[in-house]
Every structure is written in structure tokens, then in C-alpha cells.
């Protein structure tokens, strides 16, 4: 025989569950109304290391290198750069624009403003990577790793 005080309860339990069950739901409608054009969820899994350099492009580099190594009206688009018949074909020739800059075209020199050559390597890895079509636009994610 059930006493009024344990029918009470599992109603209680009852609408607790639905209440999470409902808020559960309405936190993924409200993810997915997230999900526009300028928040989509990434394409790629890169290593840490690539990761770190999109990063890294992000900071110093998008501003006149463009969202996406696409390029602007100020600074070139490392894409096409980067192709084996484009002017920095080689991870040496990156490496070392990089480092020295281009201060005729307003490009700083990196080095001299404490960007060290780790850094430079990454960037590299991500630049790379999109000149080669191996990384989409957007934010890669982390590869999970061991």
C-alpha cells in the first residue's frame, strides 16, 4: 500500500526528470541558433602543434594577412605564396621572410619584436597547410592525443 507522502515523492521525481529532460532539449535547440555563418563548427582535427599556429596566424598575421590566409588589400594571400611555384616555396624562404619582414612594403620584421622561431614553425605548419588544401577555413580542432 502506497502512503500519499511516497506517491508525493515520485511525482516530485517525475517532474524533476521532465524539467531536465526539457532544459536538456532547449539547450540544444539554443546550440544549434548558435551555429550561423560565423560560428561553425570546425572541419578539420590538426595536431597541437597546427593548432598552435592557427593561433598564432591569428594574432600577428590575420590583420593584413587575412581571416583564413586569404589575403587583403594590404598583405598578400599565403596561399598561393606557399605553392611550389609561388615566391616563398620553401619553409627556409617562409621562415626567413617571416623572421626579417618586409619593412618597404610595411611587413615588421618578427624576429625583432620577439617572435621566436618555434612560433614562426607553427605558424608555418598551419599556413602550410591551408596552401596545400589539407586545412578547411574556419577553426580546426585538436586532434586528441595520447
Not at 621562415?95 to 618555434?118: F, I, N
Request: charged residues 20%; proline residues 8%.
Amino acid at each position: 500500500m502506497r502512503t500519499p507522502t511516497s506517491t508525493m515523492t515520485r511525482r516530485m521525481l517525475w517532474g524533476a526528470a521532465l524539467l531536465f529532460g526539457l532544459s536538456a532539449v532547449a539547450a540544444s535547440v539554443q546550440a544549434q541558433e548558435l551555429r550561423d555563418q560565423y560560428h561553425q563548427a570546425p572541419r578539420d582535427t590538426v595536431s597541437q602543434e597546427v593548432y598552435d599556429g592557427w593561433k598564432q596566424f591569428n594574432l600577428n598575421c590575420a590583420r593584413c594577412h587575412g581571416e583564413d590566409v586569404q589575403g587583403t588589400t594590404i598583405a598578400p594571400h599565403l596561399i598561393l605564396s606557399l605553392k611550389p611555384d609561388g615566391p616563398i616555396n620553401t619553409k627556409e624562404l617562409f621562415v626567413q621572410t617571416v623572421c626579417a619582414g618586409r619593412p618597404e612594403k610595411g611587413m615588421p620584421s618578427w624576429c625583432a619584436l620577439g617572435m621566436e622561431l618555434p612560433t614562426i614553425d607553427k605558424i608555418y605548419g598551419y599556413v602550410k597547410g591551408r596552401s596545400d588544401a589539407k586545412i578547411s577555413p574556419g577553426r580546426p580542432a585538436v586532434k586528441p592525443g595520447p
